[in-house]
């Protein structure tokens, strides 16, 4: 837990060593691009979806996006938007049930640097 203060997102894992890592893209999308938000669904915690999206939006600041379906917003903060390489180009801070805000990760790169 020393690095904790320097991680975007700290998860404790319980022991898991067979975590998923994601690369990150420097590229943000573009408008109309396809995405996925990658989150839990249920209470557990242990099922893990991709939900698709359409950018509407993107600037520097913020990403915004419409789900194609309705989606549930329980534990869908701080996930990870993918692009269709699997790249995170995001982090979800903001959900309804048919859209979503996120920060871009070149963004949260230059506030941790």
């Not at 993107?58 to 996006?65: A, C, F, G, L």
């Not at 917003?73 to 805000?101: D, F, I, T, Y």
Request: proline share 6%; net charge positive.
């Amino acid at each position: 837990m020393d690095n904790a203060e320097k991680d975007v997102s700290f998860f404790s894992t319980q022991g898991q060593s067979h975590n998923k890592t994601f690369n990150l893209s420097l590229t943000p999308p573009l408008k109309q691009e396809k995405i996925w938000l990658f989150c839990t669904q249920g209470n557990s915690g242990k099922v893990k979806v991709l939900v698709p999206a359409e950018v509407t939006y993107s600037i520097n600041q913020s990403i915004k996006y419409n789900f194609e379906k309705p989606v549930p917003r329980q534990g869908a903060s701080g996930c990870p938007l993918l692009n269709s390489k699997g790249e995170v180009v995001g982090v979800n801070v903001c959900l309804s049930s048919r859209n979503g805000v996120a920060v871009p990760v070149e963004t949260i790169l230059q506030q941790i640097n």
